[in-house]
Structures are given as C-alpha cells and as structure tokens.
Nanobody, 117 residues
Framework: QVQLVESGGGLVQSGGSLRLSCSAS????????MGWYRQAPGKQRELVADITSGDKINYADSVKGRFTISRDNAKNTVYLQMNSLKPEDTSVYYC???????????WGQGTQVTVSS
C-alpha cells in the first residue's frame, strides 16, 4: 500500500523560502512520477510540478523560476524547494505518486503553506 507523508509546510513572509519533503513507502519508487499539487480554499487542485524517475520535470507557469522539484530515488523522497514565495502561493500542498504502468495515483495528507504579505 502506497503511503506518502509530507513535511516542511509552515508560515513564511512574502519573499521567503520553504522546502517541502514527501517520503514514500510501499511502492517501487522508480516506477512513479512524483508530483506536487496545491489547493487553495474555493479553488481546484492544480499541478505545481512533477518529476519522472529520469528527472524529466514539468512546472506550472506560475512557479517557474521560483520553485525547484527534485527526487532522491535512494531515499524514496521528493522535494519542493520554494523560493521568492508570494501570498498567492498560500495553499495546502499535496504530494502525488502516479504509477507509470497502471496510471494509478496516490495522495499524501497535505501540508499547509501560508505566505504573509
């Protein structure tokens, strides 16, 4: 059973930085595309960034140049380094794992990121 546990959220001032981590278990990590999504109150969940086991990366336009996704296949962990944070980045951030063969996905419980102006 796939388990994803996020950490690293919190409250930060505008212009600050945070690093999110997502530790995965119960899966063959290399078989999964790992992603970060976010959902603000009253809005749909949206992709922030994802990364394949071969380090092919996709970013939302709104975070390009500010956020960096990376993964450590030896540690079964994916990271999201968030710099130059803006109040509009305030959301619950969710880790996602998508199996490249079955296309099945799993979600973490989410971690709150709040950026004050």
């Amino acid at each position: 059973q796939v388990q994803l546990v996020e950490s690293g959220g919190g409250l930060v001032q505008s212009g600050g930085s945070l690093r999110l981590s997502c530790s995965a278990s119960g899966m063959i990590f290399q078989f999964y595309v790992m992603g970060w999504y976010r959902q603000a109150p009253g809005k749909q969940r949206e992709l922030v960034a994802d990364i394949t086991s071969g380090d092919k990366i996709n970013y939302a336009d709104s975070v390009k140049g500010r956020f960096t996704i990376s993964r450590d296949n030896a540690k079964n962990t994916v990271y999201l380094q968030m710099n130059s944070l803006k109040p509009e980045d305030t959301s619950v951030y969710y880790c996602n794992a998508r199996n490249v063969f079955t296309k099945g996905g799993s979600w973490g419980q989410g971690t709150q990121v709040t950026v004050s102006s």
